[in-house]
T-cell receptor
Framework: KNEVEQSPQNLTAQEGEFITINCSYSVGISALHWLQQHPGGGIVSLFMLSSGKKKHGRLIATINIQEKHSSLHITASHPRDSAVYICAVKGMSGGSNYKLTFGKGTLLTVNP | GAGVSQSPSNKVTEKGKDVELRCDPISGHTALYWYRQSLGQGLEFLIYFQGNSAPDKSGLPSDRFSAERTGGSVSTLTIQRTQQEDSAVYLC??????????????FGPGTRLTVL
């Protein structure tokens, strides 16, 4: 069982819709990353957070440490938001405090 | 400034041949990671370099895989006697010094390896 679970695996939305992607993890962490990967493209780090909430443009990331859960929200979605969104966590001790454990990603398609 | 670069961007090879993949991290980043992304799978940690410390090789899938980092900068990942299951995108990432959980990783564009 993967330590990092994302849902949904696939998400199709209409332009303008509000998007939520969820990430649950089973271990204590020191930080959680949300990453974006466009088809055939590299990976871009969107957020790195260890508590609370961060906002960048139309993107919002939240994390609840007690519940071991994070969400990535996209407001007013646009076709250019179409990509794979990946959740990754960094552990707290030993070797795990520098390694990332990745979810399998959520494929988002935003139709015009 | 320049980001993480990787070469080649694509590599097609025959089963049994050796391949070498290169990563140029961001200047000043002392930590470097190699990951593998197989079709339909999440990213998988392969190896981690931090400064002059011994690398963490715990993610390397077999002894056919090895990696070096010369001069604390450029890194090469070598796969010997490639197999079809080695086909994947190999990603490199670098980050600032330290083992803190708060350092953002910057990813390269990846090398897509196809083993025929």
């Amino acid at each position: 069982k993967n330590e990092v679970e994302q849902s949904p695996q696939n998400l199709t939305a209409q332009e303008g819709e509000f998007i939520t992607i969820n990430c649950s993890y089973s271990v204590g962490i020191s930080a959680l990353h949300w990453l974006q990967q466009h088809p055939g493209g590299g990976i871009v780090s969107l957020f790195m957070l260890s508590s609370g909430k961060k906002k960048h443009g139309r993107l919002i990331a939240t994390i609840n440490i007690q519940e071991k859960h994070s969400s990535l929200h996209i407001t007013a979605s646009h076709p250019r938001d179409s990509a794979v969104y990946i959740c990754a966590v960094k552990g707290m001790s030993g070797g795990s405090n520098y390694k990332l454990t990745f979810g399998k990603g959520t494929l988002l398609t935003v139709n015009p | 400034g320049a980001g993480v670069s990787q070469s080649p961007s694509n590599k097609v090879t025959e089963k049994g041949k050796d391949v070498e993949l290169r990563c140029d991290p961001i200047s000043g980043h002392t930590a470097l990671y190699w990951y593998r992304q197989s079709l339909g799978q999440g990213l998988e940690f392969l190896i981690y370099f931090q400064g002059n410390s011994a690398p963490d090789k715990s993610g390397l899938p077999s002894d056919r895989f090895s990696a070096e980092r010369t001069g604390g900068s450029v890194s090469t990942l070598t796969i010997q006697r490639t197999q079809q299951e080695d086909s994947a995108v190999y990603l490199c990432a670098s980050t600032l010094a330290g083992t803190s959980g708060y350092n953002e990783q910057f990813f390269g564009p990846g090398t897509r390896l196809t083993v025929l």
